[in-house]
Nanobody
Framework: QVQLVESGGGLIQAGGSLRLSCVAS????????MGWFRQALGKEREFVTS???????NYADSVKGRSTISRDNNRNTVYLQVNSLKPEDSAIYYC????????????????WGQGTQVTVSS
């Protein structure tokens, strides 16, 4: 069982940046792909980005070019940096752990955090 705890959300002005963190309860470096998803009110959960145990990175088109995912294996932590925030980035952001290298579907992930709310004001 992997427990994931996200932090770093909040209220941010459009054009600003956020950095979310996700700490895992166990070592994930050599086993899991770590992903970030988000779910806006009334919408389905959508893929944001992922990083595999070997460093393969994928981004959704909606955040490509203004987001960076990284992981610190010594701290069992994965980070999500998003710049040039837009109101449509407002959502609950979830961290997830899964086995697939290029998983983009929620079903590809086994473990989920509780989420952290991000609200971008215009």
């Amino acid at each position: 069982q992997v427990q994931l705890v996200e932090s770093g959300g909040g209220l941010i002005q459009a054009g600003g940046s956020l950095r979310l963190s996700c700490v895992a309860s166990i070592v994930t470096a050599n086993t899991y792909t770590m992903g970030w998803f988000r779910q806006a009110l009334g919408k389905e959960r959508e893929f944001v980005t992922s990083i595999s145990r070997l460093g393969t990175i994928n981004y959704a088109d909606s955040v490509k070019g203004r987001s960076t995912i990284s992981r610190d294996n010594n701290r069992n932590t994965v980070y999500l940096q998003v710049n040039s925030l837009k109101p449509e980035d407002s959502a609950i952001y979830y961290c997830a752990a899964g086995r697939l290298v290029n998983g983009r579907r929620a079903d590809d992930y086994l473990y989920w955090g509780q989420g952290t709310q991000v609200t971008v004001s215009s």
